[in-house]
């Protein structure tokens, strides 16, 4: 078993947290999810070689991209629908 930490941007409450937790858990290869909102943090363990780049996909098509990556405009946008999806926990 493999661990690894993601700096984020856009996380900024419980709602996005939830979201990320649910859906990173359904990565092929993902066996547990910590989301740290104060540090704008993901750590995560995986078993998959190719878990962490399937990880930083869902992440960048939530609306989370890495830290030093780009945060466009839809970017911000998407972080915010996936917050309020993750508040109402779908």
Request: net charge positive; charged share 25%.
């Amino acid at each position: 078993m493999n661990k690894m930490t993601f700096k984020l941007q856009n996380m900024k409450c419980a709602g996005c947290t939830e979201r990320i937790l649910k859906k990173v858990l359904e990565v092929p290869g993902v066996l547990d999810v910590h989301p740290d909102l104060e540090q704008e943090e993901l750590t995560f363990s995986y078993s998959s070689f190719n878990s962490p780049e399937m990880v930083k996909n869902v992440l960048k098509r939530l609306g989370y991209p890495l830290r030093d990556e780009a945060n466009s405009i839809k970017d911000q946008v998407q972080s915010y629908v996936s917050c309020m999806l993750g508040r109402a926990k779908i």
